[in-house]
């Protein structure tokens, strides 16, 4: 990141915290479901950042209430057809074939390494070496492996789906033309450890804030469309 990129994001970071009245309780802890997936904190994180990627905390939150209701565990979550999980996540979750088909990859992958779901294994591991196991499952999206290091580990990373990308993009905060993995490793070099879990937070709930505008407009409009009509 050059030097006005890190100042645009310090200062798109201030503006959203005059916005949060709890800004300064930040903690992992706001980008999780209050409702775990499973019992592992690792594989929690994993799942529920597959879920997220790529779509919203709205979707996500939505995936993980139906995944309750149809499913004993993860291990029933694991032998599901990807046509019955994206039944189960439902028709309005962004991308469900694809990301059905990639979480039972993923989960089987790490079922066949490890004999069980649970990863809490990785934390006797070094950054390094979680970093190699996470990414040699095919299937997982740098923005879960990111999030599993920050979140559930709480280790430097910086979470970015296409999601996050255009929304920095458009502010001038990360290089356009660049890849999302080249755009993802200048955040991580341009956010210090100690601020990249306040920064990465505030990025959410803002991208969540924009969503939620962009509905109510969009709702508004039609309603007003409506009324012309009439």
Known sequence: MTPEMIDKLNALITKIE??????????????????????????????????????????????????????????????????????????RMPRSSERASRLIRVLNEIYSRENTLFLQSLSEKTKREVQDYLESIDGLPSFAISRVILLALNWHAFPLDERL?????????????????????????GVRASDALRTYTHIEHWAHSQRSTSRARNSTGRKSTKGASS
């Open 165 to 189: 990308a255009k929304l920095l993009a458009a502010k001038d905060i990360v290089t356009q033309s660049s890849s999302l993995g080249q755009q993802g490793a200048e955040l991580e070099r």
């Open 18 to 91: 005059k916005t949060r009245d709890d800004s300064a309780g930040v903690s992992a802890a706001e980008l999780i479901p209050q409702r775990p997936i499973c019992e592992d904190s690792l594989t929690n994180e994993l799942v529920f950042s597959m879920l997220l990627w790529e779509s919203s905390f709205d979707h996500a939150l939505k995936a993980v209430e139906r995944i309750h209701e149809e499913l004993v565990d993860l291990n029933e979550l694991r032998v599901c057809t990807p046509d019955e999980l994206a039944s189960i996540l439902g028709v």
